[in-house]
């Protein structure tokens, strides 16, 4: 009897710290939904602000392509060297609407982006292509166009 409690509380042992190991260290996995990918594209503009770098790194695919406000394609790698210093205005999305196509989300919005006084800079109207993978919403295109203040 004494070496059956043992073989079983050495069977539990193991395997709690099988489960342990097993999940305990993975990414969690993001909802496949509509609120889901409006927190992506919060915590993308957020990262992009900051110049979060490592954040930036997660929320884009390899092969992401952005077409941005000036009209240049730019690759994942040129987003991430052109993460500098800080700048001094705030950015806000307005607007905000998604649509979901399976494991495919378009997302389109309007970034306010403001100097230090609050007055709006520039509006810029977006639309981004993410993609549904392994448990994650990243992005793979983005457009962007900047439209008038008023």
């Known amino acids: 009897m004494r070496l059956l ?9 193991a395997l709690s710290i099988f489960l ?11 909802n ?13 503009l957020r990262a992009l602000v900051e110049r979060d770098r490592p954040t930036v790194d997660t929320i884009l695919t390899d092969d992401f392509v952005d077409s941005n406000w000036k ?4 690759t994942k790698r040129q987003v991430l060297e052109g993460l500098g210093t800080p700048n001094p205005y705030s950015q806000h999305l307005r ?7 399976g494991s495919i989300a378009v997302a389109r919005g ?18 981004d292509v993410l993609l549904y993978r392994h448990g994650n919403w990243q992005a793979v295109a983005a457009q962007e166009t900047p439209v008038s203040s008023q």
């Open 5 to 13: 409690k043992g073989f079983i509380a050495w069977v539990v042992a």
């Open 20 to 30: 342990a190991s097993a999940f305990g260290g993975e990414t969690p996995v993001q």
């Open 32 to 44: 496949r939904d509509e609120q889901a990918v409006l927190r992506i594209e919060q915590e993308w």
């Open 71 to 74: 009209g240049e394609l730019r």
């Open 95 to 101: 607007d905000m609407k998604v649509q979901l196509y």
């Open 110 to 127: 309007l970034n306010e982006i403001s100097d230090k006084n609050g007055g709006i800079v520039m509006r810029i109207r977006f639309t």
